[in-house]
């Protein structure tokens, strides 16, 4: 493809989603009415501010949905304490509510507007960013190039792409580079990220590491902790956590199979998305169990065998309750959900064999042994069956992860000093 017919292919694109903005809008009601947007926020999406500019230098963040949102909250919190006022964007009703809770003095949050030339143009007039800083692979045509006529420098932190990603980028060379090459540098999370990004001709590209590593573990209220705890004293428990459809019906199976041998097992399942608590519930009764649903505000009580945590930003309780995980996205194929909290709190892990989404993070927890691949449910039973039964073993694998998530830290320093260049004049009051 030649540079004209990328430029063309870019313009084409530009020219076509502005065109399409009325089916955008009609895309946002949609989603309003699945429960995917919030309506009190919809304006947000169409680049409408809902708060007013901080006065003096700003930093835009913005992260896809909770997982990246969450692992650049230290880098929020890096920026604030210097002075520098803080715009964090996100695209989900999930990590809006849970970053809100965790979000320092001095950052904000806002809902990211589709990439709609008229709601970007909208979002840049009113938030005027300093510096824009996006997580992991978000490469958006409209606000790439908006920036960069803005004079906005443009990182890439935290980035990630896929092999898969990489395969699909391949096939349009000259688009990718004419993109990538826009961003004032790119920080990569793993060597073979950064030679994706090289090859598709990104220019100024470096091994800053993860930045999931540095991100506190979630919090939790203590007496929450202790009154659930109270709750569950002397029962096992384990938790199915970020689970997707499918996983639920292997968790339910599991607890049948291993009820015969631990008597007042609880079984806590966290789905990924817990609009699906209901879901869940009905196909855990038709399965013989009695489940509780936390949404509905019922605590595990003795006649409990499943307790359904469908509520958002409590997995910090839910770690702190359970010494052994398995983390979902990993028996069925969609590539695994982020081991590194429960490995902070010393939880032992258990996961299937889908996790190309964290293969680096798998493979530093299981050399470890702070985390154990199962193949399909006969397995994860047989190795819950072995774990439940042997506690000191399900310690040792949860100091093993610690141990391990704690050597891979110091992305964050990493990425300080690569964007720092971009913030002196910013602190100095030049920007």
């Known amino acids: 493809?030649?540079?004209?017919?990328?430029?063309?292919?870019?313009?084409?694109?530009?020219?076509?989603?502005?065109?399409?903005?009325?089916?955008?809008?009609?895309?946002?009601?949609?989603?309003?009415?699945?429960?995917?947007?919030?309506?009190?926020?919809?304006?947000?999406?169409?680049?409408?501010?809902?708060?007013?500019?901080?006065?003096?230098?700003?930093?835009?963040?913005?992260?896809?949905?909770?997982?990246?949102?969450?692992?650049?909250?230290?880098?929020?919190?890096?920026?604030?304490?210097?002075?520098?006022?803080?715009?964090?964007?996100?695209?989900?009703?999930?990590?809006?509510?849970?970053?809100?809770?965790?979000?320092?003095?001095?950052?904000?949050?806002?809902?990211?507007?589709?990439?709609?030339?008229?709601?970007?143009?909208?979002?840049?007039?009113?938030?005027?960013?300093?510096?824009?800083?996006?997580?992991?692979?978000?490469?958006?045509?409209?606000?790439?190039?908006?920036?960069?006529?803005?004079?906005?420098?443009?990182?890439?932190?935290?980035?990630?792409?896929?092999?898969?990603?990489?395969?699909?980028?391949s096939k349009v060379p000259d688009a990718a580079e004419t993109l990538l090459s826009r961003f004032a540098c790119c920080l990569a999370q793993t060597p073979a990220d950064a030679e994706r990004l090289q090859r598709l001709g990104a220019p100024r590209v470096s091994v800053a590491g993860n930045l999931k590593f540095d991100a506190p573990p979630p919090p939790a209220d203590?007496?929450?902790?202790?009154?659930?705890?109270?709750?569950?004293?002397?029962?096992?428990?384990?938790?199915?956590?970020?689970?997707?459809?499918?996983?639920?019906?292997?968790?339910?199976?599991?607890?049948?199979?291993?009820?015969?041998?631990?008597?007042?097992?609880i079984t806590i399942v966290a789905p990924r998305h817990p609009q699906r608590g209901a879901e869940i519930a009905a196909i855990a009764r038709e399965s013989g169990l009695r489940p509780a649903r936390r949404s509905e505000g019922l605590q595990p009580d003795r006649a409990t065998d499943l307790y359904i945590a469908d509520t958002i930003g409590e997995m910090g309780l839910l770690y702190r309750l359970a010494p052994l995980v398995f983390v979902g996205g990993s028996l069925v194929p969609h590539g695994g959900q982020n081991p590194i909290e429960p490995a902070k709190l010393g939880v032992a892990v258990l996961h299937g064999p889908h996790v190309h989404n964290f293969t680096d993070v798998?493979?530093?927890?299981?050399?470890?042994?702070?985390?154990?691949?199962?193949?399909?449910?006969?397995?994860?039973?047989?190795?819950?069956?072995?774990?439940?039964?042997?506690?000191?073993?399900?310690?040792t694998m949860g100091r093993r992860g610690t141990e391990a998530v704690e050597r891979l830290g110091g992305a964050l320093e990493r990425t300080v000093r690569a964007i720092d260049p971009f913030l002196v004049g910013l602190v100095r009051g030049e920007g």
């Open 1 to 169: 493809m030649s540079r004209v017919s990328t430029k063309a292919m870019l313009w084409a694109y530009r020219f076509g989603v502005g065109a399409l903005t009325p089916a955008a809008s009609a895309l946002l009601h949609w989603r309003r009415s699945r429960g995917k947007e919030d309506p009190t926020r919809l304006g947000e999406r169409r680049g409408h501010a809902g708060r007013a500019r901080p006065e003096g230098p700003l930093a835009w963040l913005h992260g896809a949905s909770v997982g990246e949102t969450l692992a650049i909250l230290p880098l929020v919190e890096r920026l604030t304490r210097r002075g520098i006022a803080v715009l964090v964007t996100s695209g989900t009703r999930t990590s809006a509510q849970v970053i809100a809770r965790r979000l320092p003095p001095g950052a904000i949050h806002q809902y990211v507007p589709l990439d709609v030339p008229i709601y970007v143009r909208r979002f840049l007039d009113h938030w005027r960013p300093d510096i824009a800083l996006f997580a992991e692979s978000e490469i958006w045509p409209n606000f790439i190039v908006a920036l960069e006529r803005r004079n906005i420098p443009l990182v890439l932190v935290n980035a990630r792409l896929s092999e898969r990603s990489f395969r699909r980028w």
């Open 222 to 265: 203590p007496r929450t902790v202790a009154s659930l705890q109270a709750l569950t004293a002397g029962r096992p428990v384990w938790l199915a956590a970020s689970t997707h459809p499918g996983e639920e019906e292997i968790a339910i199976a599991v607890h049948r199979a291993l009820a015969k041998r631990f008597a007042g097992l």
């Open 362 to 395: 798998y493979a530093a927890l299981d050399n470890a042994g702070g985390a154990r691949p199962v193949a399909d449910a006969r397995a994860l039973a047989g190795a819950l069956s072995e774990l439940l039964a042997d506690a000191g073993t399900v310690r």
